[in-house]
Every structure is written in C-alpha cells, then in structure tokens.
C-alpha cells in the first residue's frame, strides 16, 4: 500500500461514518508518522488492508462500514485494498498510555494512528499471543512472519529502535507463558536483524 491509497481508503471511511473519530493501527498507521517513506522501507509495501477503530464503537456501523469497505467487497475489488473494522475491545492489549501517543494523520481532521513504538509493541504482543494460542492447540496456525518481518525492515531503516523497543514490549503486564513468547519474538527480530546489517 502507498500513501495515496490509504488517504483515498481513509476518505472512504470518514464519509461513510461522519462525526466519530477514525483510529488507524496496524502496519497502515506507520503513513502518520512517515507519510514520505518509502512503503518498503516501513515495511508497508505489501500491506493491501488497513485497520481501523471508530470511535464510538457501534457494532451496526462496524458491519456496515465492512459490507461496502471490507474484504472482497466493492471497494476492494474497485481498487485492490480494503478496510478492516475492530471491535475498541482488543486496544485493551495495547501499550499503556497509547491514546496520549496517537499520532494526526496528515490532512484528516478527525483522523488519529498508533505512534510507531505503540504499533510495533502491538506486533509483538498479537504474534507472541498467536503462537501461544497455537501452542495450546487454541488456533490451528499463528500469524506467521508478517509482522516480525515488518519490524525488522523498520529497525533495519532507521525508523524504530530495537532496545527501545525490547524495553517496551516488556513492560506489558503479562502472563509467564505470554513472556516467554515474548522473548522468543524478540530474539528472533533481533537475529534478523543481524543477518541484515
């Protein structure tokens, strides 16, 4: 995804869902703190969705909003990306403090994203939780290398840093397990970081 695209994605969805506030997260939401990056360099380049909050959460517009935005739907299939709608419920496993963080997105009013450390300590968190999960035999797969993979390529451009956020990931109030997986997550973006430099 490039820039353009998620500004014309963003246009679509404030129009559909007037007067509520839009929060965008996941890899898309790196566009608000680097809207001149190269989508490669942040690790964007092969993200075809973004993920959105409305705030106030309204379940009936949530479905609406995915019937004309969402996966395989027409504004998909008019121009190859689409939106992802989140219940407010799962920010609970975000950073502490992540609403006073949020960062304006560029030519929006009423338009936030995750700050980059906020984002990549969420990646953390879900691919380290996916492969709990699998573990346990609660999911048949985990979320794969997409996100670890993301944050290598930001650690390895300049745009985040790894101690930084090693340090971050590990102030989430969490399960043993859930650390242990933690680290296993980090030790393996930290090697491919390596293999990189």
Known sequence: MEFQALKSLVTAVCERAPGRRVILFGSSSLFASFPHADPVEIGAAVTIDADFFIEPDDFSI???LVGELGEDNSYHLAHGFYADFVDLRLADAFPKGWRERLVPMPGFTNVVAL???DMAVSKVNATARSRLDR???RRESDRGLKDINTLVTLIHAGYLDAAELSKQVF????EPACIAEYTQV???ILARVAERA
């Open 62 to 64: 949530r479905t609406e």
């Open 115 to 117: 700050h980059p450390m």
């Open 135 to 137: 573990r346990f035999g």
């Open 171 to 174: 102030l989430l109030e969490r």
């Open 186 to 188: 980090m030790e393996e």
